[in-house]
Structures are given as C-alpha cells and as structure tokens.
C-alpha cells in the first residue's frame, strides 16, 4: 500500500515544504485540501497548477488527491453544485491527482430512507462521472456527516453505478457510528478509492492522536483491507486544522507512517 497525509494537518502550510516535508518523512504521497484558505485551490491558476506539479514530480511526491468540500446531497438547485463539482474534477486533472473527495451533506444526522437527498446526490454524481471519466479522475463520496457509514454511502453511490464515482473510505467515521472494519470494507469494496486513518482518544473526543496511540481500529481495519488484496492509499488525516493544540505534525509524522508501514508489512 502506498502512505500519504492531508495537508489538513499542515494547514496553509506553503506547498514547496509540504512536498519537501513529505519526502524526508518517506511519504509516497499528500492529499491535499482544496479550500481558498489553502495554497492551491479551485481558484488557482494555470501558472500555480503547473508549479505544484513541478515541485511535487520534484520531490518524488504524488499528489494523491484534491479534497473538496462539496455537499453532493445538501439542498438548493443543482447548478452551483456542477459548477463546483466541475471545477473540482478539472483541478485534480491538471495537477495529475486520481481523486476528488466529495461529502454527502444532506443533513447532520443519518438519513436512512431518505429518497429525495440521495437521489439529488445520484443525480449530481451521475452528471459528473462522463466529465470525470474524460479526465482520467474518479470522484469519491466520503463516509462522512449525513452518511457515515458504508451502507449509507453505498445507498447514494449504488444509483449511479459508474466506475469513475466511488467511495472514500474514512474510518474515524464508520468506526463512531457502530460499524466495524469487517463490516464497512464488504460494503464499499465495490465502489473503494481509498482509505483515510486517523487516530482520536474515544468516540466523543475527536482531536487528533498520533497513529496506534488512540481508539480508533486501524489494525483491524488494514488488516481486513490486506486480507481483501486491497494494495491502493492509506491516507493519514490528522486534523491539526480543527485542533491547532494538537501536535505539530512534522513531530509526529515520521512514526505515524512507520506505524503504518508495519501493519502493512507481511507478517
């Protein structure tokens, strides 16, 4: 399996020493959190597309990602959401990143059975896929907010049934919501693109841990993707962003990653 981490944990840390960081902590790869805060965003332009690409091929570094924050599920006319939908898609394609991350939105609690938000989520991830698919990129719906589980991710992704939408997979929140790993990998195995770890101290208490040292199952959960053949991304989330108590990250990254390195080791 191939290591990154999301720059969620270097906020608007300037992208030439995410890169170098990075790769003198052995990562093969950074996600990278596409908000205007940020260095690079969809607002970015063609000049600034073309230098993190340069500084990233570099360092030896891929950019695993762009993580949006587009509601796929959330309320109002569709057209913002293509336009956000299709700037997302044509970012990633131009700094070379497989993925775009999306959130469901439909509300704070989960929404079994509820039909209208996640046909509006089908509808707006089948009208992005054709684009998608045309630029090499795979649009991801993480197991988040409204739908953190994999059997609620799987009710909006299953409608649109297209290879070039799928499943990000972030464990912090099947695992608080009652799922375990055994549970949520069959699930979003047909749809996967890869895998967010984090590491918190409970359910409740959400800041940010260093890997292997909180409650989160991330054993059980590389484990079970190792048995399945699953050799795509683990990325690590540590949200330094939301608890800028926590840690700096480069303190800590070179044994998250070490921590990582060996559950995916053979035994």
Not at 86 to 107: C, E, N, S, T, W
Not at 155 to 172: E, Q, S, T
Not at 253 to 266: H, I, V
Request: with cysteine; net charge negative; glycine share 10%.
């Amino acid at each position: 399996m191939k290591l990154a981490f999301s720059t969620l944990a270097v906020p608007g840390l300037p992208l030439p020493d995410v890169s170098r960081l990075a790769a003198a902590h052995g990562w093969d790869g950074v996600e990278l959190r596409a908000h205007p805060e940020e260095p690079l965003h969809t607002g970015s332009g063609p000049a600034e597309r073309a230098d993190a690409v340069r500084r990233f091929a570099a360092d030896g570094v891929e950019i695993l990602g762009v993580a949006g924050y587009t509601r796929v599920a959330g309320p109002g006319p569709d057209e913002p959401v293509f336009d956000e939908l299709d700037a997302l898609v044509r970012l990633a394609a131009d700094i070379g990143a497989p993925y775009v991350r999306v959130f469901p939105g439909a509300g704070e609690q989960p929404a079994d059975g509820d039909d209208s938000a996640e046909d509006t989520a089908a509808r707006r991830l089948a009208w992005v896929a054709p684009l998608a698919a045309d630029l090499g990129v795979r649009v991801l719906l993480e197991t988040h907010d409204s739908h953190p589980r994999a059997q609620d991710a799987v009710r909006l992704l299953g409608p649109v049934g297209h290879r070039n939408v799928g499943a990000l997979w972030d464990l912090l929140h099947t695992w608080r919501n009652g799922e375990s790993p055994a549970t949520s990998l069959p699930a979003l195995a047909p749809h996967l693109g890869y895998v967010q770890v984090k590491d918190v101290a409970s359910a409740e208490d959400t800041a940010p841990l260093p890997l292997g040292t909180g409650a989160v199952p991330i054993a059980a959960c590389v484990a079970e993707l190792v048995t399945a053949g699953y050799d795509g991304w683990l990325c690590w989330e540590y949200e330094k962003r939301w608890h800028p108590e926590a840690p700096d990250f480069a303190g800590v990254s070179a044994a998250g990653r070490e921590f990582l390195r060996g559950l995916t080791r053979p035994a």
